[in-house]
């Protein structure tokens, strides 16, 4: 959220399709490969292969898999039975948030409900960039940040030394085992760490922001342009089908593509240039 805040609204947003994924399918590929690796470090905190490590990677999966069915199930209720893709993806990746700081405390029925609360809550928090007036395109802040709060949060509720003490050495209770102190531990835990890293982050980024030859974004020409063509001569996300530019060009007969990008005599032609038909 502070890099948001320092780097502010994107100058190019309104000539781009707002809110579309460029490619579900990749963003569902993707979404495998992220559990995939969650298994290594949720799992793998343990540094050994103790029970308690199991617990915490069979923790990981349940509260992935709940996740998915936390954020499906408000999309379905605000979208009248429909659900999407993405969603369930970020779903999954909420659960994983979510479960994080607990995989190793818990057992799997507490793991399946953080992961279910955690997906709700950022669901429910969809229009959080309006609310803030930020500009974090990939939702940073209201999957990690957020639901690592309330990962965090529900942890000191459902924390069970059972679990912990399954390496032989920790005992780390929670409300579950009457030590409600805990609670108010986590919540001053997340407190201090979210001031923390968000006031030095912004201040960090404020004295980079100007140090002279050091910038954290590109200039407003390159920005809408887009940076594939400003730093490359190859087009890679963009809908030429479905813009009045690209439906102009794929309709001459006089066009040529290098790399999948129209051509026209005056260079490359993005989307968000004026075609000739749109002048008249």
């Known amino acids: 959220m502070?890099?948001?805040?320092?780097?502010?609204?994107?100058?190019?947003?309104?000539?781009?399709?707002?809110?579309?994924?460029?490619n579900s399918t990749l963003v569902f590929v993707g979404t495998v490969l992220i559990v995939f690796g969650?298994?290594?470090?949720?799992?793998?905190?343990a540094l050994n292969a103790?029970?308690?490590?199991?617990?915490?990677?069979?923790?990981?999966?349940?509260?992935?898999?709940?996740?998915?069915?936390?954020?499906?199930?408000?999309?379905?209720?605000?979208?009248?039975?429909?659900?999407s893709v993405v969603g369930a993806c970020e779903g999954a990746i909420a659960g994983l948030v979510g479960i994080t700081p607990a995989a190793g405390y818990v057992n799997p029925w507490p793991a399946a409900v953080i992961g279910f609360v955690t997906a709700i809550v950022c669901a429910l928090l969809q229009d959080i960039n309006d609310w803030l007036r930020i500009d974090d395109g990939l939702y940073v802040f209201k999957l990690h940040g957020i639901g690592g709060m309330v990962g965090s949060f529900l942890t000191g509720i459902f924390?069970?030394?059972?679990?912990?003490?399954?390496?032989?050495?920790?005992?780390?209770?929670?409300?579950?085992?009457?030590?409600?102190?805990?609670?108010?531990?986590?919540?001053?835990?997340?407190?201090?760490?979210?001031?923390?890293?968000?006031?030095?982050?912004?201040?960090?980024?404020?004295?980079?922001?100007?140090?002279?030859?050091?910038?954290?974004r590109v200039d407003k020409e390159a920005e809408i342009r887009g940076l594939d063509l400003d730093q490359f001569f190859d087009e890679e996300m963009d809908h030429w089908d479905l813009s009045p530019a690209g439906i102009d060009v794929m309709q001459s007969e006089q066009t040529t593509y290098t790399h999948g990008v129209p051509e026209t005599?005056?260079?490359?032609?993005?989307?968000?240039?004026?075609?000739?038909?749109?002048?008249?």
Do not use: C
């Not at 502070?2 to 609204?9: E, I, M, N």
């Open 2 to 22: 502070a890099y948001a805040l320092a780097l502010g609204q994107r100058t190019s947003k309104e000539h781009h399709a707002k809110h579309k994924p460029h």
């Open 38 to 45: 969650w298994f290594g470090f949720n799992g793998g905190s």
């Open 50 to 83: 103790s029970v308690r490590g199991m617990m915490a990677a069979f923790n990981t999966q349940v509260a992935a898999s709940t996740g998915v069915l936390g954020w499906v199930l408000v999309d379905a209720i605000r979208h009248k039975g429909r659900f």
């Open 159 to 216: 924390a069970n030394q059972a679990i912990s003490a399954l390496d032989g050495v920790t005992l780390a209770p929670g409300a579950y085992n009457g030590n409600g102190i805990q609670v108010g531990k986590q919540f001053a835990e997340i407190t201090a760490i979210s001031a923390y890293s968000f006031i030095v982050s912004y201040i960090l980024l404020m004295i980079i922001k100007y140090i002279p030859g050091m910038h954290l």
């Open 265 to 280: 005599r005056e260079g490359s032609l993005t989307p968000n240039d004026v075609t000739v038909a749109e002048k008249k």
